[in-house]
């Protein structure tokens, strides 16, 4: 089991900045790689920025590259997200994952944060 434990959502103004964590705990030899989602009503869940556990490799969304930037901690086996630059069409609730190297056992979910960027 892994459990995910989100913090640092809230209301910005555009052009703004907010930082995101995400602390793992469990079988963390488990995880291929940890990074974020976004989702806002009716609309497809989308990979913000991910992280491979092993090695630290990095994948981005076209549309926050260049704003967003995604590390981690791995003694304390958190990862960060710091957004800059925010704009309201980064508004969504987001969902920090861990993807395992099982198909059988799958991604774990954190319990996700709203983001809103709003003047």
């Known amino acids: 089991q892994v459990q995910l434990v989100e913090s640092g959502g809230g209301l910005v103004q555009p052009g703004g900045s907010l930082r995101l964590s995400c602390a793992a705990s469990?079988?963390?030899?488990?995880?291929?790689?940890m990074g974020w989602y976004r989702q806002v009503p009716g609309k497809e869940r989308e990979l913000v920025a991910r992280?491979?556990?092993?090695?630290?490799?990095?994948n981005y969304a076209d549309s926050v590259k260049g704003r967003f930037t995604i590390s981690r901690d791995n003694a304390k086996n958190t990862v960060l997200l710091q957004m800059n630059s925010l704009k309201p069409e980064d508004t969504a609730v987001y969902y920090c994952?861990?993807?395992?190297?099982?198909?059988?056992?799958?991604?774990?979910w954190g319990q996700g944060t709203q983001v809103t960027v709003s003047s």
């Open positions: 994952n861990a993807d395992t190297y099982s198909p059988m056992v799958g991604s774990y």
């Open positions: 469990g079988s963390i030899f488990s995880i291929n790689a």
């Open positions: 992280m491979f556990r092993v090695g630290g490799s990095t």
